[in-house]
């Protein structure tokens, strides 16, 4: 199995930016599709981005569509999400996720399809 930890969340104002980490250890990365999700207070966990094993595959939220942009590095065991224009509607905790996925292209938006998460790390935008 594979453990994951996030790294790099923050407070920062409307219109920063902040790039997230997700260290994976424990198998080999590149077997897993990955995902970010995220879940604001009093709301359900929701969808970000995901990356397919190769990284040849992304899909995002469109709520980030054009802001965010999700990536990998395979040698370094790391995935990341980049943020950008960040907005109040943001704020959540951040959570990266592991599908262990024999297909090489795929990247799904579905929660259930996620066999490993990390604790989460906490993102605020302020006004």
């Known amino acids: 199995q594979v453990q994951l930890v996030e790294s790099g969340g923050g407070l920062v104002q409307a219109g920063d930016s902040l790039r997230l980490s997700c260290a994976a250890s424990?198998?080999?990365?590149?077997?897993?599709?990955m995902g970010w999700f995220r879940q604001a207070p009093g709301k359900e966990r929701e969808f970000v981005a995901a990356?397919?094993?190769?990284?040849?595959?992304?899909n995002y939220a469109d709520s980030v569509k054009g802001r965010f942009a999700i990536s990998r590095d395979n040698a370094k065991n790391t995935l990341y999400l980049q943020m950008n224009s960040l907005k109040p509607e943001d704020t959540a905790v951040y959570y990266c996720?592991?599908?262990?996925?024999?297909?090489?292209?795929?990247?799904?938006?579905?929660?259930?399809?996620?066999?490993?998460w990390g604790q989460g790390t906490q993102v605020t935008v302020s006004l």
């Open positions: 996720a592991a599908d262990r996925q024999i297909l090489s292209f795929y990247a799904g938006a579905q929660s259930n399809h996620y066999d490993y």
């Open positions: 990356i397919s094993r190769t990284g040849v595959t992304t």
């Open positions: 424990g198998d080999t990365f590149s077997r897993y599709a």
